[in-house]
């Protein structure tokens, strides 16, 4: 079946390091995927999605490439900062359908 | 409002009573769909709304678990009998419609416990 894997959290960063997010996926057919974000006390946000293979989402200096050779989309950010620490879901959908297969969700915290 | 609503964002109940979740989502999204987000475990498919029918209801986990949605509109997802198990973070989601291309806008969630 449609799967989500990502890497266990938390995961915490000191302002400015570089941040990577691991995301892998399983899925037939070609998925959408998305990384999403939940602030503390919010709902859900979408942070950035790609379509199809070779796509790169981008947002709020968040990137994250859809490789299908290796069925990954990890999320990368060049310089973290506090306001970044919240969980963070990858995320798939494929053809056809209306429901999210989600990963379990990475928790980030980012020291000053 | 701008975004989905979800009441209330806590609720502490007694194993064995009923609960009562409600959503609102986003005026004009037609597609309505509720989440569990399980300590640990990421989100878990619930149901699915489209206008006031639910098409897909594969992912209530038992009969103690319903859901309905009126006028288009605000949703209510019930859970009779409550038990410790059904502990978690209640979410809905709307969207314009079903259309994969459209995305899901999430409410802040239900906190559920059960003692």
């Known amino acids: 079946g449609n799967s989500v894997t990502q890497m266990e959290g938390p995961v915490t960063l000191s302002e400015e390091a570089f941040l990577t997010i691991n995301c892998t996926y399983t899925a037939t057919g070609y998925p959408s995927l998305f990384w999403y974000v939940q602030y503390p006390g919010e709902g859900l946000q979408l942070l950035l999605k790609?379509?199809?293979?070779?796509d790169k989402g981008s947002n709020k200096g968040f990137e994250a490439t859809y490789r299908k050779e290796t069925t990954s989309f990890h999320l990368e950010k060049g310089s973290v900062q506090v306001s970044d620490s919240a969980v963070y879901f990858c995320a798939l959908k494929t053809s056809g359908t209306y429901k999210y297969i989600f990963g379990t969700g990475t928790r980030l915290k980012v020291l000053a | 409002g701008a975004g989905v609503s979800q009441s209330p964002s806590n609720k502490v109940t007694e194993k064995g009573k009923d609960v009562e979740l409600r959503c609102d989502p986003i005026?004009?999204?037609?597609?309505l769909y509720w989440y569990r987000q399980s300590l640990g475990q990421g989100l878990e498919f619930l149901i699915y709304f489209q206008g006031n029918s639910a098409p897909d209801k594969s992912g209530l986990p038992s009969d103690r678990f319903s859901a309905e949605r009126t006028g288009g509109s605000v949703s209510t997802l019930t859970i009779q009998r409550t038990q410790q198990e059904d502990s978690a973070v209640y979410l809905c989601?709307?969207?314009?419609?079903?259309?994969?291309?459209?995305?899901?806008?999430f409410g802040a969630g239900t906190r559920l416990s059960v003692l």
């Open positions: 989601a709307s969207s314009l419609d079903r259309d994969r291309k459209n995305i899901q806008y």
């Open positions: 790609a379509t199809k293979a070779d």
């Open positions: 005026s004009g999204h037609t597609a």
